[in-house]
């Protein structure tokens, strides 16, 4: 059974920094679109970063502040988050995509003072 285990949410202030990691099994990762997406309470899901084997491409509202990677090596993608602002709030979710789409269960990111 394929799964996405995310990890490294929390409170953080704003101006702070956080890493996310989606740890995955049973699919061909390396060659897996990973992705990261969010959701605010009375907010649509919305993708916050991709990465392929070749490119990465970022929402504008976290481009310059928010970067994707991946260790194939680890089956496990990462978003380093930094300057965080209060509106990067959500519950965030890792998502594969290798033909067909697999979610991990999400992980609440909270920026407040």
């Known amino acids: 059974q394929v799964q996405l285990v995310e990890s490294g949410g929390g409170l953080v202030q704003p101006g702070g920094s956080l890493r996310l990691s989606c740890t995955v099994s049973?699919?061909?990762?390396?060659?897996?679109?990973m992705n990261w997406y969010r959701q605010a309470p009375g907010n649509q899901r919305e993708l916050v970063a991709a990465?392929?084997?070749?490119?990465?491409n970022y929402a504008d509202s976290v481009k310059g502040r928010f970067t994707v990677l991946r260790d194939n090596a680890k089956n496990t993608m990462y978003l380093q988050m930094s300057n965080l602002k209060p509106e990067d709030t959500a519950v965030y979710y890792c998502n594969a995509f290798i033909g067909v789409e697999y979610w991990g269960k999400g992980i609440q990111v909270t920026v407040s003072s």
């Open positions: 990465i392929s084997s070749c490119s990465t």
């Open positions: 049973k699919i061909i990762f390396s060659i897996a679109t």
